[in-house]
Structure formats: C-alpha cells, structure tokens
C-alpha cells in the first residue's frame, strides 16, 4: 500500500461548479497535510496547510481533514479555468521530517 | 523576494561524469529537502535536512548525496549518474519539519 493515494483522475467539472479531491494516507500519527497545485512544467505551489481535524477555508478552496479515517480532501468552490492543473496531497510521516506525495490528481476546468 | 533557486535548470550529462545540482533558499528556512518527479510516480523526496549539518534519508536515496554545511544552502551530488537518475529535480524549504514547503523552479536532468 502507498503511503499517500489520490484518484489520478482526470476529473473534469464545468466552470462555476465544485470540483473535490481526495486523498487517503497511511500513517496513523501524520500531522500535516498539504494540497499544492502543479501547472505543467512549473513547482508545485502550496494552496492549503491542515493541521487537526475538521474543516479549513481560504476562498474558494476548503481543505477538510478526518484523522480517524486517515483521508484528507480539498473542495474548490466556483472552479475556473485557471484552477484546471494537477493537484498533489503531500503528508508528513513518522516524525514529521519525512514527506510523502501522492501522484496527483488532474483537474480540467471546462469553460 | 522570498524564494529557492535551483541551479542549474537543465542539464545534458553522461553516465559516470560526477555532477552537482546547486539549490539556496533566503527565508532563513531549517528544513530543507530534494525531491524527483517522474511521471506515473509523483514527488519522492530523496534527501532532507533539519539544520545545518542534519541530513536524512528520504524515500529513494540510492545514488545520491547532500550535505549542508550553510543553512540557506543544500546541494545534491550524483557521484556516478546513471540513465535511470533521469528525472526533474525539486529543492524545496520549510521553516520547520511540520511547516509547509516552498519550491525551486526545478531541474530537469537528462542523463545519456
């Protein structure tokens, strides 16, 4: 079993609508979780950090964390074309020195 | 401005000739990190490195080596390259361990 998983997708969603994606990990004791944004070509770029339990909101996005079901997820609200990218869930393992990606979850946004 | 830089941004080499792949950060970050992107197998972290002179083993360290002998600085050395070290190279840096990291630029590396 993978450390992190992601539905690889693609998943597509018209503009204006929610686009959610999932994440589980293995780790019981993980505690931090990150969702990055990657263009093609360029650094993955950090949208949302999540640290205990529950729900996290920065504009549009939300990042939503169930430790006891060990699975992370980001809801991005009104998707535009410009959120269409892959999207990375990374996780801290262990002591928390050590960081886990999963592969990416791609998001087309259709006009 | 805030940011890590990755040198050199791409790279031709060939089997067995020694290189290094330079990264600095100016955020006065401990926590810094490498990483390999290869498609179908996402980020794997190679190395990290918790303060000066702290380094670690990531997920697939096997032919590499870092060191960080200054805190804004972590290069990673191939010492032998190989065609299967193909591959787009990420430094990143974090205040801390926990904390979230910022990325270089990249550098793809394309070893004959």
């Known amino acids: 079993q993978k450390e992190v998983e992601q539905n690889s997708g693609p998943l597509s969603v018209p503009e204006g609508a929610i686009a959610s994606l999932n994440c589980t990990y293995s780790d019981r004791v993980s505690q931090s979780f990150f969702w990055y944004r990657q263009y093609s070509g360029k650094s993955p770029e950090l949208i949302m950090s999540?640290?205990?339990?529950g729900d996290k909101e920065d504009g549009r996005f939300t990042a939503q964390l169930n430790k006891a079901s060990q699975y992370v997820s980001l809801l991005i609200r009104d998707s535009q074309p410009s959120d269409s990218a892959t999207y990375l869930c990374?996780?801290?393992?262990?002591?928390?020195?050590?960081?886990?990606f999963g592969t990416g979850t791609s998001l087309t946004v259709i006009p | 401005e805030a940011q890590v830089t990755q040198n050199p941004r791409y790279l031709i080499t060939v089997t067995g000739k020694k290189l290094t792949v330079t990264c600095s950060q100016n955020?006065?970050?401990?926590?810094m990190s490498w990483y390999r992107q290869d498609p179908g197998l996402g980020l794997r972290q190679i190395y990290y490195s918790m303060n000066v002179e702290v380094t670690d083993k990531g997920d697939v360290p096997e032919g590499y080596k870092v060191s960080r002998k200054e805190k804004r600085n972590f290069p990673l050395i191939l010492e032998s390259p190989s065609p299967n070290q193909t591959s787009l190279y990420f430094c990143?840096?974090?205040?801390?361990?926990?904390?979230?990291?910022?990325f270089g630029p990249g550098t793809r590396l394309t070893v004959l």
């Open positions: 955020m006065n970050h401990e926590y």
């Open positions: 999540i640290y205990s339990n």
């Open positions: 990143a840096s974090s205040l801390a361990g926990l904390n979230e990291q910022f």
């Open positions: 990374a996780v801290n393992i262990n002591t928390g020195n050590q960081f886990y």
